[in-house]
């Protein structure tokens, strides 16, 4: 264990503490010590490189194994960015490692350790373990930590919180490492829920102005925020308990008292990433304007699932104050390193002693991402090797979360996939909505007499549809049904929630959801892609023979629903409906309709849709393509288009369309030249 321990890291106390235990006392006391005996006012002019090293968005991914499919999967997981870190830590001789939220959930494995056979307060959480064997600096709170409630997130922080519903006196297993968040605040206390910062002190390796190597002290403040959103999402928990501020009123606040403390540089973790709309108290992503404020020295981002700096051809975050080349936002050092433990974020910040304290070039730092997968000169991919430690250390729980998601629940007659779900087939949807229809309409039955003259219906949406690569489409085989296929399903730990609606909402509902498309012109001779930049997730649609409607995507965006019907007949606008969809959707989307900011919710469940979906298949074992993959409510207006409209999907998959009754799709090519594992395919609009 000591040989992996880079002897000039800029070490956090508790991993001393993780050394000493294992007997090398020695090498912790020297590292503590370094700098004690200098006379730092002499060595002004040294300089410093601190490498700043991020994870974010880990989503419990804490081995490279997909628990839908039982299978390995080695494009992402925190095993193989765990070598990455090791690797940097031998390059740079001071790192601080962080991580950035979204870490406690997202795999059968987190469900398991939450609600299926929850860990006791002695146990470290899995995914904690993991990072545990790094040594992590610091981290913050994602949306996602929020999911499982405050009691869980209090026990697996390792106590302390002092919130309304909360023992906050219980002293658990934690972390391991300090978790910042300055932007929500316990109703109860008027203070922040965790600590707004922590102020790391630590001795960096230095270069004296005439070459030689000495040790300085240095002081770095970590403040931590995350997304607004938690109020909407996890509203059934957080309501009453806590509240939010913005990421730039709490940083105003508290970056000032981080300098004051002494604090040489400032890194801000945000959980949230770039958006060039008016900054506001609640925006989800206000990293441009966060970039802005005093005294903040470098960034981390997340939340989006995106990556900064984007060496792509065309890069995304296409923003004022947004430089690739950079990697700056606004001039301030930044990173956004992927999801699922894909890439390790590295912020080189150049430091210079001036005799007192440390000062930070930021024109002289260096933003990059370092991916765990590349291409190599022959253009074959290339991935990182899984760090050895990792797997040995949550072995036992693994095999458990295994066993729990092979639970037999049922028996499905046809390939239940989202391969084609934007084009129209229905199969892995459709069971989902019959069973969140189902279990609102018995509620409201049996809970809600005001509402149970009104029709019950269902939307959902493909959860994977190709973002990741084309692995990422549910893609469920004939034969037996068990839990990990019924989560495969449903992605999203989400909870069911109720909306009332009239038939204009359902109408502006799902020409909002037609975004998903771009507009295509028929009379353009070169290829027109399909598919828009709105994300799959965002594609609700219904499944039922009640409701029918087409998609013309020859229109602009607002224009596109056509021939909507209800029971065969033009969906009178004044009608009112019961939908069921999720907390998501129910209470943070008002871009789709007003009211979808929480103002429609007539039920709020505490159910998971992808629970109702697993207790829906239990109950009818046997899923066929006849009663649950087959109803189509949509397709695409009749269009001639002059040249071929495209899109991309899963790898050689054309017989799935044609088994979901897609006759106007076709392959143009096994490898669509996107690196990411999927083929080419058109539609003819005018079938």
Sequence with gaps: MSARIPTHSVFSPHLSRRVAALG???????????????DSSSNAGATATLAVL????????????????????????????????????????????????????GTALADYEATINPIPCTQQLSMYKAMGSLGFDAGTLGNHEFNYGLPFLNQVLGGGLDVDGVDGSKKCAGAGF??????VVSNKTKKPLVQPYTLLERTLVAK??????????????????????????????????????????????YVPELRAKGADLVVALLHGGLDGAAYSPTMENPGLYLSKVAGIDAMVMGHQHGVFPDTAAIPGFKLPGVDHKAGTINGVPAVMASSWGKALGVVQLAL???????????????????NIQSKNAAGTTVTVDADPAIAPLIETQHQAAIQYVKTPIGQTDFRMSTLFADVGDPGAIQIVNQAQQAYVAAYVKANLPQYAQLPVLSVSAPFKSGFQGGADYTDVAVGPLAINNAADLYLYPNTVYAVKVNGGDIKNWLEAAAKRFNQIDPAKTTEQQLIST??????????????????DVTQPVGSRIKNLTYLGKPIDVAQEFVISTNNYRATSGKSFID?????????????????????????????????????????????????????????????????????????????????????????????
């Excluded at 005439?210 to 300085?216: A, E, Q």
């Excluded at 039920?603 to 393509?625: E, F, L, M, Q």
Aim: glycine content about 10%.
């Design 534 to 551: 709105f994300p799959g997730y965002n594609f609700d649609m219904f499944t039922t023979a009640d409701m029918q409607y087409e998609i």
């Design 54 to 105: 991020e994870t974010t968005d880990l989503h419990f991914n804490v081995r490279s194994y997909d628990y839908f499919k039982l299978a390995e999967d080695k494009s992402y997981g925190f095993e193989r960015t765990a070598t990455l870190v090791r690797a940097a830590r031998k390059e740079f001789a001071n790192t601080l490692l962080v991580d950035n939220g979204d870490t406690i959930q």
């Design 352 to 370: 210079q002693w001036d005799g007192t304290k440390w000062v930070v070039n930021k024109s002289a730092s260096k933003s990059e991402l370092r």
């Design 208 to 253: 004296s102005a005439d070459g030689k190597d000495v040790k300085l002290p240095i002081k770095i403040g970590v403040i931590g925020f995350t997304t607004p959103g938690i109020m909407n999402w996890d509203k059934r928990y957080l309501e009453g308990k806590v509240t939010t501020e913005g990421a730039v009123e709490a940083a105003n606040k």
């Design 24 to 38: 090398v006392v020695a090498l912790a006391a020297s590292l503590a010590a370094c700098g004690g005996g200098d």
């Design 595 to 687: 009211k979808l900011d929480g103002s429609g919710t007539i039920w709020a469940s505490p159910d998971a849709n992808r629970d109702v979906v697993i207790d829906y298949i239990r109950k009818n074992p046997a899923v066929t393509r006849v009663a649950n993959g087959a109803a189509k409510s949509w397709r695409f207006a009749k269009a001639t288009v002059a040249g071929p409209v495209v899109f991309s999907s899963g790898a050689n998959a054309l017989s799935v369309a044609q088994a979901g009754g897609l006759a106007n799709v076709s392959l143009l090519a096994a490898d669509d030249g996107s690196g990411k594992g999927t083929s080419k395919y058109a539609i003819d609009l005018s079938k």
């Design 178 to 183: 300090p978790v910042v968040l300055a932007n």
